[in-house]
């Protein structure tokens, strides 16, 4: 007997229409619990209770809500605690804190700005480790490891470009109770650390290029308000950092590194991203120019630095003195790169995509692909039931034989409703319903979680459904995101319709004229524009807060893709009036 909502079976087959019913907007006609049948009759009035309570986003299973499991147990009442609370349009920040605890992603810490990656958000780390690991290595990329602390003297031999992030380096400055004869620093980047042994294991041209990454973690001690993956004030990262003998070396790699973080974002975490090269006030101020790909989140109408790929020029090798001697037997001085992606991209994968069942993956990370819930008969079937759940048992090897990742739910003390919920709360990407009836017939009913479209399939072509099912889903949710991030960049000539874009949560284009000095008066402007409007509610504030900044100046290939023509030479800079020199991207941004 069911825990929760005893033993009936008129209430347990209503349970297991109104579940389908409720990602279906018609059940199989021939379906011996389609409404036609005595017994789902009785139970329309359910389920119009029911699908309410689904809508207001509880994750209580169907069934729970039904008149016998409302009296049961305070575990019933810890499973409607499951669920989504918030909806991501009413309030995005709660939805997002909720999401990232309730999908088992985050636990927090008792240190401000400290998260716990929880096993299902590590494996999705894993999955872009592993996609990117695989990729720099095939451009002759090593992996390495340098320690976690800096000693202030090689900290500050860097002085120059420290300075302006001197307030967010943290400091060892006791061992025990007694103080440490000179305070080490947490690396906040490695840079410092590796350089002087770069200085050393370069001697010659025949050492280079050299090519180092580490997977690690650094600590940088934010003011600014943290968020689970986007601001933490530990986090982790790939760093690159690689040498070469000439510039044109150092300039290429730097685009075959950004065209790797694309893919990352797009072609693995289905997120949609912008190439280009930043500002000079926005650049790494250690190196010579930055790129980056920029990503873009609709809800809030911020954009984020998704990954940059520096060149740094000569800029450190003149400081740690990392020379060559080339053919000639000339010494000269390296061209360097530095690049790095963040676990800052798994918070934009889940900002983009997930709703307000919670969490949607794209197939290519997701830890689960695939959940097979048996639906069982209730009332004295137990020989059906166990060849029913034999029977998934099977669908879940022949999936595992062809490493699709898949789990059977089986649990007896669940409902199916209540499966599904938890599954979809948990972004599993598929889910297979097997009922008597499919049973029966050697079907199974699939579900995508990102569309809640239903395919029946026949058992035969099980795996090649799945897999084409997987692949679609990936490719469709890029699609959309793209299409909704497309229609978030608006073109503007002049302060008032640019200021109108970013009001209405858009990324703006606009001509430029690239002086820094403008640059600075967007941002005060933009400020005194935002304090202007005093009258807004807080959720409006929020999320129209915060100074307008240039994310990037796309690559000539993006303006091509979103049809902006270039720049002819009578155009003016939107803001100051004077000649423009560059398409610019703008926005509020995290
Ligand atoms: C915070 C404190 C101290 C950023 C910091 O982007 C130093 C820094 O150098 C700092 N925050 N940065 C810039 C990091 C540049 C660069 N390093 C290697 C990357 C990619 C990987």
Redesign the pocket.
Known sequence: MDKETGDSSEIELTTLRVSQGSVSSSPPASSPLSVDSPVAVTSLSKKKKMGSTRNNNTSEGVAASSPKAQNSSNLKKKESREGLEVRKSEDFSAWYSQLVQKAELIEFYDISGCYILRPASYRIWEAIQSYFDKEIKKLGVENAYFPIFVSASR?NQEKD??A???P??AWVTMSGDSPLEEPIAVR????TVMYPSFAKWIRSHRDLPLKINQWNN?V?WEFKHPTPFLRSREFL?????TAFATKEEADGEVVQILELYRSVYEDLLAVPVIKGRKSEKEK????LY?TTVEAFIPYSGRAIQAA???CLGQNFANIFDISFEDENRLRKKVYQN???LTTRSIGVMIMVHSDDKGLVLPPKVAPLQVVVVPIRIRVNQEEINSMLEQECGEYVSELEKRDIRVKLDSRKDKTPGWKFHHWELRGVCLRLEVGVKEFQSGEVVIVRRDTGERTVVSKSDLYERVTQLLWTMQQEMFLRAKNIRDHCVAVAYNWNDFMAAIDSKQMVLAPWCTDTKCEEEVKRQSLEYAASRGNESVEEQSSQSGAVKSLCLPFEEELSRLHITPLSTESNCFLCHTSAKAWTLWGRSY
């Open positions: 900290l470009h420290v302006g992030f001197a967010e380096v906040p980047t490695s840079e650094v940088r990262w790939q760093e690159g950092h790494f101020a250690g190196g930055t940059t790929s520096h530095s690049w790095g």
